[in-house]
């Protein structure tokens, strides 16, 4: 049994600020070290329930953060942030379950730095879907067939979830107060709670069903402002719908409309003057 497990760094354990997340800033370093246990408990509960391989996908920023030397020895990394998948790269139909720790609430919603892959989009969708990070890539495990069986994060990540994967096994290990503010557990209850929560996931797999993407899906980006939007619309096949700022693309499946979130985002930050 192959479990993969993609980790962000928002929804981890006692973070409550961008001063944790950013690789610049004074709290980074201790933030790399309670990610990299956060991602050990999970390693360490799938394994005990008979997975025998575990692939962990960093999932954050730059995709270097998770201490490769500290990560539980039986789990594969992957890390480094030219992915053609990003947050679910090597995830393919061999995986009995995806599980999504560290994870964060879309853009525009209540949830601890909320946001949806850069902070220049308001909004993403899938034909009439709105949607952040943590469906389009539960779509893409869809794709493969593969269920997304557990997610970690605050309490705003985790409802995201159970709205959208019917059965899915939450654990909340922060509530949010604010954006920036959070009221959290001890890492050694999270780790606990965390390992219980996969276990109980890896259990359950075969009644949570993989969230089914559309076929020949329409996405639809939202950006805060005309610039980052004229810079999307730069990528052959998209489009600014009048009078707005979303920019429309057709895309032939869900792995198609991934890549093209991914250029779009990265032509959009091009823009200088926001």
């Given amino acids: 049994m192959k479990i993969y497990v993609s980790v962000d760094m928002e929804g981890i354990t ?6 944790f997340v950013d690789s610049s800033k004074h709290n980074y370093e201790r933030a790399r070290r309670i990610m990299t246990e956060e991602a050990n408990a999970i390693v360490t509960a799938a394994i005990h329930k008979g997975a025998t391989q575990v692939f962990v996908n960093d999932s954050h920023s730059k995709m270097n953060n998770l201490l490769v030397e500290e990560l539980h020895p039986e789990a594969d990394l992957i890390t480094g942030d030219l992915k053609a998948l990003s947050m679910v790269q ?5 995986f009995a379950g995806a599980i999504f720790a560290g994870y ?11 946001h949806s892959m850069i902070f220049g989009v308001r909004n993403m969708y899938i034909d009439d879907v709105q949607i952040g990070e943590l469906g389009f890539n539960a779509y ?16 705003c990540a985790c409802k995201e979830a159970e709205t959208l994967i019917p059965g899915v096994v939450t654990a909340a ?4 107060i604010s954006r920036s503010a959070v009221r959290t557990l ?3 209850k999270a780790h606990k709670l965390i390992q219980e929560k996969t276990a109980e996931a890896i259990d359950k797999r075969s009644d949570i069903k993989p969230l089914v993407p559309p076929i020949n899906p329409t996405l639809r980006i939202e950006f805060t402002n005309y610039g980052q939007a004229e810079w999307a619309a730069l990528m052959p096949g998209c489009e600014i719908e009048p009078n707005t700022t979303i920019v429309k693309f057709e895309a032939k499946d869900i792995l198609e409309a991934y890549r093209a ?3 779009m985002i990265e032509l959009a930050l091009q823009t200088k003057f926001c």
């Fill in 14 to 19: 006692g973070l409550p600020d961008y001063t």
């Fill in 261 to 263: 979130m991914l250029v």
């Fill in 90 to 94: 090597s995830l393919d139909e061999s």
């Fill in 186 to 188: 001890h890492p050694e």
């Fill in 173 to 176: 290990v922060k509530k949010s």
């Fill in 140 to 155: 893409v495990a869809g794709y493969f067939g593969v269920p997304v069986i557990m997610v970690a994060g605050d309490d």
């Fill in 104 to 114: 964060h609430a879309r853009a525009g919603q209540p949830g601890v730095m909320s």
